[in-house]
């Protein structure tokens, strides 16, 4: 079974503060990863993507990925109440045209 | 990162009728397309995948011949829901992927939601 698993939340923050977003996935072999944002009644947005074991920076976000511990991470730095939102990790766990399988997301509430 | 529309963005329909969701992709060819379906409060749930000139792979418990997907093109996919049904009331999004080399990111559209009275 192909599982990434993540911690419903809500996670709350105050403003300014760092939060931390985890993510572990079932499938050893897997390559590519992906944290995407989604407001309530929005479809989902890319915000990062990690393929390489460490750590990857854009702006405020930082992802982690650590493939012998099979976690992936998602730091955001001086949070802001627009960065609340759900955020998804999904991971490719196959080749070619293999379907995304995606967490259930990670409620993250940022408190002015 | 690449563009993915969707259309119409908002549907109300009788209970019956069909209804036609067209993806395209806007700056960048999509071999595959994938077809999503969100509940309120709910987690993404892929309905299917829709490739290139082929038929399309729909998930366990997803009726074929009630979402017609097709993929005529490699910039436009689309998703009829034939005879919706109040239960059919959802938000539909498709996502298309970029492949560059070693990098592959999904990218989605902004969602169709359709209102079945």
């Known amino acids: 079974q192909k599982e990434v698993e993540q911690n419903s939340g809500p996670l709350s923050v105050p403003e300014g503060a760092i939060a931390s977003l985890n993510c572990t996935y079932s499938?050893?072999?897997?390559?590519?990863f992906f944290w995407y944002r989604q407001y309530s009644g929005k479809s989902p947005e890319l915000i990062m993507s990690i393929y390489s074991n460490g750590d990857k920076e854009d702006g405020r976000f930082t992802a982690q990925l650590n493939k012998a511990s099979q976690y992936v991470s998602l730091l955001i730095r001086d949070s802001q109440p627009s960065d609340s939102a759900t955020y998804l990790c999904a991971v490719n766990m196959g080749s070619g045209n293999t379907p995304l399988v995606f967490g259930k997301g990670t409620r993250l509430s940022v408190i002015a | 990162g690449a563009v993915v529309s969707q259309h119409p963005s908002r549907v109300i329909c009788k209970s019956g009728t069909s209804v036609k969701i067209e993806c395209r992709s806007l700056?960048?060819?999509?071999?595959?397309m994938f077809w999503y379906r969100q509940f309120p409060k709910q987690s993404l749930m892929l309905m299917a995948t829709?490739?290139?000139?082929?038929?399309?792979?729909?998930e366990q418990g997803v009726e074929k011949d009630k979402f017609l997907i097709n993929h005529a093109s490699l910039t436009l996919s689309t998703l009829t829901v034939t005879s919706a049904h109040p239960e059919d009331s959802s938000f539909y999004i498709c996502?298309?992927?970029?492949?560059?080399?070693?990098?592959?990111?999904?990218?989605f559209g902004p969602g169709t939601r359709l209102t079945v009275l």
């Open positions: 829709s490739n290139e000139g082929s038929k399309a792979t729909y």
């Open positions: 700056d960048f060819q999509a071999t595959t």
């Open positions: 996502s298309a992927r970029v492949v560059s080399g070693a990098d592959n990111e999904q990218f």
């Open positions: 499938d050893r072999g897997s390559q590519s």
